[in-house]
């Protein structure tokens, strides 16, 4: 089948994934693979993994990747538990609903762990994260959300790494609505571990999460896991290997990927792609405030991922504007803040600014 007759999509995903994809992307899913096979484990998954340390940590041979069946929460489950051994204690930094995930995960392992809630609209306080590290001594690892898509808030995630550093704690990271999308180094951030999923940033499609981990430490994870299917130190010891996963990987979204990662580069890499996801944010926050929808968040905080608009008005009912909006081709994302009523659009994906442009038409159509 040629490119040009894969059918297009009847509408597109503007979500924080899954999102739009390119058609040579869709493409790539259309032969079959076999998980022993060598064309698979070494010309794809190993491609993968090498592919995916240079984009975390450029020519350092300090990091290492494992993939792990399941979406993006199977991987930081499978990453903390693996990571955070059961005599660790883990400070858990949550201003969303993906870092209080990371509290239910430590709940039912039964792992020791300590909270820092802040408000959904609001970035952590690094006095106040400085205060706990200080005073309790049994913290050994530090976890918090890159981009909280709850409400597109970025994080000041290098300041946390580097005040978890100065007190000598190891770092874990849920990045996966930013990996790919905004350019970051984890030598440099300082992370020790950093995890995010095929179908974000760098615009794959379901199936698979990744394990971003500096070598040293988790060579030293044997017998952590609470889980033997979520076990990332046993999968990257069998995929370090031959590129064999433990158990039957998603084949078709695994070579999705791999033609995902090459049309990253072609479009420039990261830098390129987050200045395209910039560029499509500006264009959909100053559009929707000319039809008069107002962003939950300010700009200093916003990420370029997704963002959230607070309801126009009392009668606003988000379920008859999603329906309308699907029928003109757009699928928008419901809010998930706790105490205002919003609705997400999401800026990532096969996406470009004379989509956002078409968008705000149709908007403006069913607004009035």
């Known amino acids: 089948m040629n490119i040009q007759d894969i059918p297009e999509n009847p509408y597109l995903l503007l979500t924080p994934g899954p999102l739009s994809t390119s058609k040579s992307v869709r493409a790539a899913m259309l032969r079959d693979w076999c998980t022993w096979d060598d064309d698979y484990n070494l010309g794809v998954v190993q491609d993968i993994r090498s592919r995916l340390v240079r984009l975390a940590a450029g ?21 903390l538990g693996t990571a955070v051994p059961p005599e660790g204690k883990l400070l858990i930094i949550a201003n ?21 809630r802040v408000a959904e609209t609001e970035q952590p306080d690094l006095s106040r994260i400085e205060e706990i590290l200080r005073s309790d001594e049994a913290i050994t690892h530090v976890a918090m959300v890159y981009c909280e898509t709850t409400t597109g808030i970025l994080n000041p995630v290098k ?14 990271i849920d990045a996966m609505s930013a990996f790919g999308g905004i350019p970051m180094d984890m030598e440099k951030l300082p992370a020790d571990y950093l995890i995010s999923s095929s179908n974000k940033c760098i615009q794959g499609v379901p199936g698979f999460s990744f394990i971003l981990a500096r070598r040293t430490l988790l060579e030293q994870c044997e017998g952590n896991a609470h889980s033997h299917s979520l076990d990332a130190y ?7 290997g031959s590129g064999k996963w433990r158990f039957t990987s998603p084949t078709h979204t695994v070579r999705a990927f791999q033609q995902a990662l090459a049309e990253l580069e072609e479009e420039g890499g990261v830098e390129a792609r987050y200045q395209r996801y910039k560029e499509n944010q500006r264009i959909l926050r100053e559009g929707m405030e000319r039809l008069g929808y107002h962003t939950l968040l300010p700009e200093e905080l916003q990420s370029p991922i997704i963002t959230s608009f607070l309801y126009p008005n009392e009668d606003f009912d988000f379920k008859t504007f999603y329906t309308a909006m699907k029928e003109k081709g757009f699928v928008l994302y419901p809010g998930k803040v706790s105490d205002a009523d919003t609705f997400r659009i999401g800026n990532i994906g096969e996406i470009y600014g004379e989509d956002i442009e078409k968008l705000l038409k149709a908007i403006e159509e069913v607004t009035a």
Not at 234 to 240: A, H
């Open 59 to 79: 020519e350092s041979d300090q990091f290492t990747a494992v993939l792990m069946q399941g979406s993006g929460s199977f991987g930081v489950e499978a990453c």
């Open 96 to 116: 969303g609903a993906y870092g209080m995930r990371m509290v239910r995960f430590m709940e039912v392992m039964k792992r020791p762990y300590v909270l820092l």
């Open 159 to 172: 300041e946390v790494c580097a005040l978890a550093k100065k007190y000598e704690k190891i770092t874990i």
């Open 234 to 240: 046993d999968q990257w010891k069998t995929m370090d």
